[in-house]
């Protein structure tokens, strides 16, 4: 019942999983491992909507950006992921498309490039429009500050639309900082609290025992202290207590003795 109930959810995981990629077809097919493990971190971004005005002289456009999703809501998909608006002749212009997806990043960083936007009408060689977003680290916000940073468009080729915003899924993952010595630490301070309580409610309330004597084994710990003193006598003291005394008492003969001893030999020459 439990392994039905668990399979279940897996499977669920797993299609949640899929469906995060397939929305960002990022080229499925030549999608790299890095990209994949990337489009999962984007996942919690999913299908959200992002906009910014942006004033270039006399004109003024709105951008849309959805991570992974479609700026319209039509039937006839185009594939559109961050969409310019003219505010004043409400013309659309396709900048990227999610269809040509690219995504690299660094520590604290994701770079989202789509691709495959509507050709320029005298720019760059009349090559289709090109979007990048940069996702910065920031631990505060899933994601916020979408704004447009600026057109390239002076160049032949390779011109871009460029725009930053912040999210926490461009910070670095933070990898547990408990190493297995630490745990295994842990679990047995955990088994000695254990050993100790129990032992104590054992003693006394089973036992019935009073006093020091409820603490759980006292004989054998009473009896393991005094040999762990012994054996740090014994180790730890550079010289045998018991014989100091004897040993000075010795030097102190010798000291008294040997002038004596000395006298006696000096007196009959
Ligand atoms: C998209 O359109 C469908 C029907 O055409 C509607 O049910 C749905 O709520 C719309 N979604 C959004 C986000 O506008
Ligand atoms: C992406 O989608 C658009 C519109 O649906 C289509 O014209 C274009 O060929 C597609 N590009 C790729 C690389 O699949
Ligand atoms: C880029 O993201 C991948 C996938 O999440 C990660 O394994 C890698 O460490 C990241 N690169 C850097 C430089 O942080």
Known sequence: MYARALCVCLAA??????????????????????????????????????????????????????????????????????????TKTSKTTVVGRIN????????????????SGEKYDSHCGYEPRKAKVMISCNKNTLGDG???VNEERDKENECFYLFEMDSSVACPIEESHLSVGSILLIVFAVLVGVYIIGGFLYQRFVVGAKGMEQFPNITFWRELGNLVADGCDFVCRSQPRSS????????????????EERDDHLLPM
Not at 100 to 115: M, V
Not at 252 to 259: A, I, T
């Open 146 to 148: 979408f704004t447009m």
């Open 100 to 115: 040509d997806t690219h995504i690299i990043n660094g520590t604290d960083w994701i770079l989202l490039t789509y691709g």
């Open 13 to 86: 995981m797993s299609v949640v999983a899929a469906e995060v990629i397939e929305d960002c077809k990022l080229n499925s097919e030549k999608l790299s491992s890095t990209e994949q493990a990337l489009l999962k971190r984007l996942a919690p971004l999913k299908q959200k909507r992002f906009e910014t005005t942006f004033n270039n002289g006399q004109d003024s456009y709105t951008y849309t950006f959805v991570i992974c999703g479609h700026v319209l809501n039509s039937s006839v998909s185009s594939n559109e992921g961050l969409l310019q608006n003219d």
């Open 244 to 259: 100091e005394t004897a040993y000075r008492g010795v030097g102190d003969d010798q000291l008294g003795e040997e002038p």
